[in-house]
């Protein structure tokens, strides 16, 4: 078994170069509540019950801030939840995909200046599929 660690990253289509080994997601599921129901006689039985308001995929990934990518950056966080990210990679013949629609950059991202700085780009999606 060979970890996923050659992933490939498109924004909009096109191919963004990125820091190796930064990137991540969550798939979409949101967050669940358990909690108890009385049935009488001392007894309780479970209610499991979603938290719609956390449906929506995250997706991260850092990359080197030069020119081009700054520019970049700033046109989708002016895009406002109009991207599409896209994940893909292989590992043991086997392909893994992962596509994030009407992504945006929600937070105010953070670019940092100098030769050994990254920028760390977070978008917030619909489900991931």
């Not at 997706?59 to 994940?87: A, C, H």
């Not at 945006?104 to 940092?112: D, K, L, R, S, T």
Request: net charge negative.
């Amino acid at each position: 078994m060979n970890p996923l660690s050659n992933i490939a990253v498109t924004v909009n289509n096109d191919p963004i170069a990125i820091v190796p080994n930064s990137v991540s997601y969550t798939e979409g599921f949101g967050e669940q509540n358990m909690r108890a129901a009385s049935i009488g006689g001392a007894s309780v039985e479970s209610v499991y019950t979603d938290d719609l308001e956390t449906f929506f995929s995250m997706v991260k990934f850092e990359v080197y801030p030069d020119i081009d990518m700054v520019k970049l950056i700033r046109g989708w966080k002016s895009s406002r939840n109009q991207n599409t990210v896209v994940l893909t990679g292989t590992s043991d013949g086997k392909t893994f995909r992962r596509t994030f629609k009407k992504a945006g950059i929600v937070g105010n991202y953070e670019v940092a200046l100098g030769s050994d700085t990254t920028v760390e780009i977070e978008f917030q999606s619909a489900a991931a599929v």
